[in-house]
Nanobody
């Protein structure tokens, strides 16, 4: 059974940095494209970043380009999101997701989801 557990969220001042992690179990991670999504109160879940199976292809939402970086370590079965230059509008619950595909989906079509980690940015 695939399980994804996010960590690393917290309260941070605008301009600060956080590194989110997603630990996977019950899966050969190298077979899965991975993504980060976020959901703010009253809003729909939105795409943040995605990475291909081997990590050679990455995609980031325009609003986070240059500030966030997705990466992975298949040997450790972990996914990361390095966030810098945080803004109050980045406040949301962040979710990692996995999908057994050679593609790199940027929509909420992933098969497996974590429980989320809260990121709150104050000004």
């Amino acid at each position: 059974q695939v399980q994804l557990v996010e960590s690393g969220g917290g309260l941070v001042q605008a301009g600060g940095s956080l590194r989110l992690s997603c630990a996977a179990s019950g899966v050969t991670l190298s077979m899965y494209a991975m993504g980060w999504f976020r959901q703010a109160p009253g809003k729909e879940r939105e795409f943040v970043a995605a990475i291909s199976r081997a990590g050679g292809r990455t995609y980031h939402q325009d609003s986070v380009k240059g500030r966030f970086t997705i990466s992975r370590d298949n040997a450790k079965k972990e996914l990361y999101l390095q966030m810098a230059g945080l803004k109050p509008e980045d406040t949301a619950v962040y979710y990692c997701a996995a999908k057994n595909t050679i593609l790199v989906p940027t929509t909420i079509t992933y098969d497996y989801w974590g429980q989320g980690t809260q990121v709150t940015v104050y000004s």
